[in-house]
């Protein structure tokens, strides 16, 4: 069973065994809509990975349905084919995994992700500090000319900067106590 990404509906394929195309179903995106499915046979869910998350595989797993998420990036396509829509992505989807073609990732679990998320914050917070530190020193006619920023050269040039006045000094510190 592939699914579409919509909030209200799910768009499931179905391949029956013996049949070339699937049946293409459209059902109310809830657990008991799912769990009939689920109870009418063999039932196992598969999707593309979208921004919206892993809760359909966290939904599908707690109903004991098996359920894999593909990588949208190893997903075959023809370079032109632009037009999306939740039933055409079923259909190709079930045909692709009955032929193997489908890449599926690991998920990771909550603690994992908030640990991603984490990593991701903190990057982008030091990547604004330093930006934030060098259109500081920038204005103040500081600008580092011999190597590259971020260095352990630079490092040593920016703790032993002084400005003309201390509260220009402590600003600069302050920059430099945030990047650290």
């Known amino acids: 069973m ?4 919509s909030k209200r509906t799910l768009v499931i394929g179905v391949l029956r065994p013996g049949s070339q195309e699937p049946e293409v179903h459209a059902i109310l995106n809830e657990p008991r809509h799912l769990e009939r499915r689920r109870r009418e046979g063999d ?3 598969y999707y593309e990975a979208g921004p919206s998350g892993y809760d359909r595989y966290r939904r599908c797993t707690a109903l004991a349905v098996p359920c894999q998420v593909m990588a949208p990036s190893r997903t075959p396509g023809k370079p ?3 037009s999306k829509t939740d039933h055409r992505d ?3 989807l079930v045909r692709l995994f009955r032929s193997g073609d489908l890449t599926p990732i690991a998920i990771p679990d909550e603690a994992g992700r908030d640990l991603l998320r984490c ?8 990547w ?3 930006h934030q530190r060098g259109k500081f020193r920038a204005r103040q006619g500081r600008i580092y ?5 971020w260095t352990r050269r630079h490092w040593t040039w920016l703790q032993v900067q ?3 006045l201390p509260v220009l000094t402590r600003t600069s510190q302050e920059y430099l106590f945030s990047v650290e």
């Open 119 to 126: 990593r991701g914050d903190v990057q982008e917070d030091r």
């Open 2 to 5: 592939a699914m579409g990404d």
């Open 128 to 130: 604004r500090w330093r």
């Open 90 to 92: 079923v259909r190709k």
């Open 80 to 82: 032109r084919d632009r």
């Open 145 to 149: 000319r011999d190597g590259r920023n």
């Open 43 to 45: 039932t196992w869910g």
């Open 162 to 164: 002084r400005l003309a």
